[in-house]
């Protein structure tokens, strides 16, 4: 009889640790839940990340692509270069960067989109086009 008691309590001590143990783990889980975007930043800095790109070859001046004030938060800067005339080519690209801008969702506001061309090549009437249909776009002689 003894023994079975023994049996039972252990058993009821086991259960009662894994329900400590999931608390545990699920308030920990609430508790660092990040609650700004600045927040969700150092987190996933602190986790890490991957981030994938190419390197510019030969090394370009963007100094003009930084913040103006050293307390802005820098932003990522996706680039499309046209050195002709905008072709189809081109007003696709622009379409899938701005595509690409949206699909970013919350982090929409860590990226700027910027087209660089030769605006001497480009008539007034597509430049007013590009700018009609991507507002937020930057463009840049």
């Given amino acids: 009889m003894e023994a079975n008691k023994n049996k039972k309590n252990g058993a009821m001590l086991q259960i009662w640790l894994m329900f400590l143990v999931m608390g545990i783990v699920l308030a920990s889980g609430f508790f660092l839940i990040p ?28 100094g003009s692509f930084a913040p103006s004030s050293p307390s802005v938060k820098p932003k990522w800067k996706i680039l499309v270069a046209e050195t002709n005339e905008c072709s189809d080519v081109c007003e696709q690209m622009i379409y899938n960067m701005r595509q690409v801008h949206m699909l970013l969702g919350r982090s929409t506001l860590r990226v700027e989109r910027y087209f660089l061309t030769d605006l001497d090549k480009i008539s007034d009437q597509e430049l007013e086009n590009i700018k009609g249909i991507n507002p937020f776009l930057n463009i840049m002689s």
């Fill in 35 to 62: 609650k700004t975007e600045d927040e969700r930043q150092k987190m996933m800095s602190f986790l890490g990340t991957t981030n994938t790109g190419e390197i510019v070859t030969p090394v370009a001046d963007f």
